[in-house]
Structure formats: structure tokens, C-alpha cells
């Protein structure tokens, strides 16, 4: 694709010198929007569509723009993070429980088959398929730096928020389920399978040399889901509070010496 194609496609926002640049799938978002926050202290901005009603960006000459716009910076990568919603939101039959060491009261209650998280890592090997080839290409020139994504949110607000995103309307209705909270996985389980996507998150990005920075307990309330205060309206998104959060704990984790 010719640069000046691939310029009208994608953009750089925020700082024009930033010392990190961020990239990624849609929870990038979140750090795009905290860049407006007056209180930021830190250089940094965000690559990601020029139109951002076009959703997430997808192919080759996007993660090229990145690794362009990051060369010589630190790049902050957002990888994927929503296969838990896209794939077992809606409650599969029969429903299931994630056996995993973070495994708490709330999802030993309630009901399903248990699993192995070893068997939904193989699941979603493929949604890792480019992430250490991406990874190792931003590292030739750029220290890289890879954050987790938002928890799961619960199930009260959940169903709240299903009601007004059409993917998910549409979905339950292609499947003729009602959305209620019989139709919605469990929380726990959810959770279960969020833990299950950010230990391989870990895994891959120590695997290639890069730095894995966690979010940080103060995202969660007091039963691991995604506090209220760090929550998008939608079904699956963090806001700008936590996208602030995860730059200032970037910058933490770099000062530490990572």
C-alpha cells in the first residue's frame, strides 16, 4: 500500500515528539481518549484509524504505521482482549466453569462443567497467531511494552449495557436467546477466563523479550470485575480513568527499571 494510502487510513494522535507511542486492538481507546486528560504529565500518543468509526484497525499497513510512528520510543502494544466477550458472552449449552488458580467462591457456586484453562489457551492460540511476530518487528527498533486489558464487567451492568449495543443484540437474536441473565455466561466465569487470557498475554510477550506491565488491582472492585469508575457504557470497554491509569503505570513500571 502507498505511504500516503496508508496516512489517510491511520493517524497519530496526541503529542507530535512523544517518548511512548501506543497501538493496538480497540482497548487502545482508552488511552487515546485519556491523552485529553489536563492532569496528563507524561509525553505520549496513540496510533490508531484516522476515522475512528471505522473500528478496530486490522491489517499489515496498520501495524507498519505503528512500528513506524514507535521507532526509537517506547510502544505501548494492546493486543486483542475481548475473546472471552466474542466467544462465550452469550452462555454456551451446556454452560461451563474455568478450573484456574484464580478460581474464587462466586464461580465455585456456580453451576457448569469444569475445565481446563489449558483447553481454552488452545482455543485461542489463534487469536495470538501475529502477536510474537508483531512483537519482535517493534523490537528492532522501539522498547516494547505490552499492558493487559479491562476485566470483565458484572453481570448487573452487563445486561444493562447489552440492550443498547446492536452487535450483541443482533447476535442474540441470530441465536433466538433472550437477553436476560439466564442468556449470560457467569461473572466468575468470565473472570476465570479473563485470568486465563492475561497469563498468556504474559507468557508470549516474556517469551519474546519484551515487557508485560498487568493492570493493577485498583481497577477492580472488591469481586474482581471492572470498577464502575473505570468503565466505558458498553459491554466490553474501559474509559478514559483507566486508560490514564494504565499510562501513569506504564511509566511506573519503566522508572522501576523494566
Partial sequence: MPDDVAEQRWKLYGDSQPSMVAGGHSHVVSLLSALDDPRR?????????????????????????????????????????NQHQDAFLLRPTPPFRVFHQAVTEEQAASDGVWIPSSLLREYWDGTFSEFSTLVSNLKERSKVVVVGTPQPKPLEFVLGALARDPYFVDRARDLNLPIQASSITSGATRLAMWHVIQDEMRRRTLDVGAIFVAVPSVAADSRGYLASKFSNPDVTHANAEFGTLMWETVQQALAGGL
Fill in 41 to 81: 504529565g507524561y509525553s505520549a500518543a496513540v496510533a490508531y484509524s484516522a476515522n475512528l468509526g471505522d473500528g478496530v484497525p486490522n491489517d499489515p499497513s496498520y501495524w507498519e504505521f505503528f512500528r513506524e510512528q514507535a521507532a526509537g520510543k517506547v510502544a505501548v502494544v494492546v493486543w486483542n482482549g
